[in-house]
Nanobody, 124 residues
């Protein structure tokens, strides 16, 4: 069982930045592909970014490429999502997720564990 706890959400003006962190309880953290997803009210959950077990390979939704950066520290069991140039339409609850095995990083159904989410609100 893996417990994931997100932090770092909050209120920011459009164009601003936020840094989300996800702390994992698993001693085998490095065995998991990690992802970030978001869900706005009344909308489906969307893929944001993912990172390979080693941290060498990263994946991004087209909408966030060049503005968001995902990274991980396997020694500290954490994954971070740095978000820059935020837009009001990116207001959502952001979730951290872990997958032991995965074929498509953008498919939420393939992730085994989820955090409780952290609210990000971008004001215009």
């Amino acid at each position: 069982q893996v417990q994931l706890v997100e932090s770092g959400g909050g209120l920011v003006q459009a164009g601003g930045s936020l840094r989300l962190s996800c702390a994992a309880s698993a001693r085998t953290f490095s065995r998991y592909v990690m992802g970030w997803f978001r869900q706005a009210p009344g909308k489906e959950r969307d893929f944001v970014a993912a990172i390979s077990r080693s941290g060498v390979t990263t994946y991004y939704a087209d909408s966030v490429k060049g503005r968001f950066t995902i990274s991980r520290d396997n020694g500290k069991n954490t994954v971070v999502l740095q978000m820059n140039s935020l837009k009001p339409e990116e207001t959502a609850v952001y979730y951290c997720a872990a997958a032991a095995t995965i074929s498509t990083v953008a498919r939420g159904e393939e992730y085994d564990y989820w955090g409780q989410g952290t609210q990000v609100t971008v004001s215009s």
